[in-house]
């Protein structure tokens, strides 16, 4: 339930029934050869309807901008924000939406960059943050145990949502390490890796079955982190 497809008394009739909010926050970010750049955003939105199915919340434009790896700049069309635009930005507009009368705030992300999420933590008491993939993948992916990047789980879920959008004959896959990797996911190295084509983990494992079980569970978890949160006073 789109709130910007709403009129301006729609949505204050609305308010009188939820004073929830959910805010999707994507990034335009690179997917490997196989998934496009707004993989995120698209599942950042497909989680907020689902929410938005269950509890009545409306949901808000979408934030399309996060924050992205700087060894990242160099994989065409991917962009970034800092932590500061993307905090400035969702609370200045929160602002507006809590004067009106909207009580609590539910930003639903994808996107992992440790500083993308820490952004995204702290921004004020009533802003709560939900990553539907914090889940437990154990028993259901071949080669990995938890989530990486364009990979075996990301890629699944893409096969399951939007089969569409992924360019399966291109999947290629080079995965390093996370211990390797540790330093361009904390941004301490902003070159790109050699040996590094966009993607981590195992894309080539990826099946629309794995993706469907997995968005099942994502789904669960994101109505239970905002039912947990939407009574906490
Ligand atoms: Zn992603």
């Known amino acids: 339930m789109k709130l910007s497809d709403r009129t301006y008394s729609e949505v204050r009739e609305l308010l009188k029934v939820n004073k929830n909010l959910i805010i999707p926050v994507g990034t335009c970010e690179q997917h490997g050869l196989h998934l496009p750049l707004n993989n995120d955003i698209l599942c950042a939105e497909y989680f907020a309807e689902e929410l938005s199915k269950a509890t009545g919340c409306l949901v808000a434009p979408t934030v399309n901008y996060g924050v992205n790896l700087p060894c990242d700049r160099s994989l065409t069309g991917t962009t970034s924000i800092s932590t500061n635009t993307l905090k400035g930005t969702i609370t200045e507009i929160m602002d507006w939406w809590r004067y009106q009368g909207f009580l609590k705030f539910f930003i639903i992300t994808f996107h992992g960059d440790p500083f993308h999420i820490d952004a995204l933590s702290d921004i004020a008491d009533d802003v709560y943050l939900i990553e539907p993939y914090e889940i437990d993948y154990s028993g259901i992916l071949e080669k990995q145990t938890t989530m990486r990047h364009s990979c075996e789980a990301e890629t699944s879920i893409a096969l399951y949502l939007y089969p569409e959008k992924v360019r399966v004959s291109l999947i290629e896959e080079k995965d390093i390490v996370f211990e390797d990797f540790r330093q361009y996911l904390f941004h301490e190295n902003c070159e790109k890796p050699e040996e590094y084509i966009g993607c981590l983990g195992y894309p080539k494992s990826a099946t629309e079955e794995k ?23």
């Open 211 to 233: 993706g469907k079980i997995l968005v099942e569970k994502m789904i669960e978890r994101t109505i239970n982190e905002y039912h947990k949160k939407a009574v906490m006073l």
